[in-house]
């Protein structure tokens, strides 16, 4: 087998078993935080949006620069100090006993555990050119299945040992994720940056600054970078809000609210885990960047007819919808940066689209509850399509001179 094969492959599976981890606890934070002794309904709601949203914060901040160290002194111990990290402080995240310490560890997750960058870039710089997208799509749809598979672990875990099991669960996992990597996954020293000190970290990390103020000076990267925040924003506004669009159905429909939510969540899943390798060999084929621009535009207005008055089951049409064309908006970001940027920088150019999705996944999870307040559920919908199809408007040229240079 290709050594690039089987990277992809222990890569993957790496994913996968760690995204299912990582779900396993997400959802839980609010019994989580009443175990601990808090009480009133809008303050474990309030503690459990900041728990949710300090890792992706964090993470926004030093993607690009693990991105651009990992460029230096390699990707693989990269994707190995992300899942270690996991292991160590979720692990942690079981002796917590305030939702402070919780905070805390949830900043520290955040910011030396990002295992999507890494893991992508690992297996993009050995894998041919024409086959970037069809690769991220298959990395995505590795931890978009387990996304799927981990709200299930968790409550398993759970329902035999507590919530303290389920923490070490994802650090048992994370650890086996981590073994997979270092025995399996290859990386040729050809493939990273020239730096003086071998394996020297802190030499790396300076001269990261310089790497990563060359890739602002990319304005094809900056344009898709712009898009994908926005598109990100526009689904991450929307998306917490929708069990109160639940409650607001009359009674009767749907008949179980726990389930008739979950079933929202999951069209939107099972749509991704679909259309991902459909997008990102349309990608290879058409450029990213227009493909990207076509993404961006389908779920703009899905978005929008999100604010139409639907029955249950046309919000469920509308979810699968949304979820068939934001599928391709990870592989396909990542497919312009894989295009705009050499096999000795393409860790730092991941890393700031990484960066990006977080924040935006950071910022609209605090304005989506404020937009939803002040202009209800259709308004915020209309909002936030129209945001990304002003973003599309906005991003057209750019997509064409991108693929035209590129294809020059």
Known sequence: MEAWRRTQRAVWLANLVTAAGMMSFLPFFPS????LGLEGRAEIATWAGILYGAAPLS?????????AIGDRVGRKPMVLRSMLAIALFVGAMAFATSPWQLLILRLLQGAFSGFVAPSLTLVSVAAPAERQGA???????AMTLGAVIGPALGEFARAHGGIRAAYLTVAALALCSAVCVALF??????????HDGDGDWFGALRASFGDLSELRANRALRAAIVLTFWLQFGMGATTPMLEILVQDFPAGEPHWLPLSTG?????????????????????????????????????????????????????VGARFALGAAMAGSGPLAFGVAAAESSTH?????????????????????????LGFAALGGRG??????ALVLVSVAWYAPRARSSDAAAAG
């Not at 989580?32 to 175990?35: K, R």
Request: hydrophobic letters at 55%.
């Open 380 to 385: 915020l919908f209309i909002v936030s399509g």
């Open 135 to 141: 690769i991220s799509a298959s990395l995505q749809q």
């Open 32 to 35: 989580h935080l009443q175990a």
């Open 185 to 194: 996954a290859e990386e040729h020293a050809g493939h990273r940056r020239a």
């Open 59 to 67: 993470a926004a901040v030093m993607s690009p620069i693990w991105g």
């Open 263 to 315: 079933a929202l969540f999951s069209a939107v899943a099972i749509a991704n885990l679909l259309f991902l390798p459909w997008w990102g060999k349309y990608g290879d084929r058409r450029g990213h960047s227009r493909a990207l621009l076509a993404c961006s535009l389908l779920s703009g207005l899905v978005l929008l007819i999100h604010a139409a008055p639907l029955s249950f089951d046309g919000l």
């Open 345 to 369: 920088g393409r860790g730092g150019a991941f890393g700031v689209v990484f960066a990006a999705r977080c924040l935006a996944v950071a910022v609209a999870a605090i304005l989506g509850g």
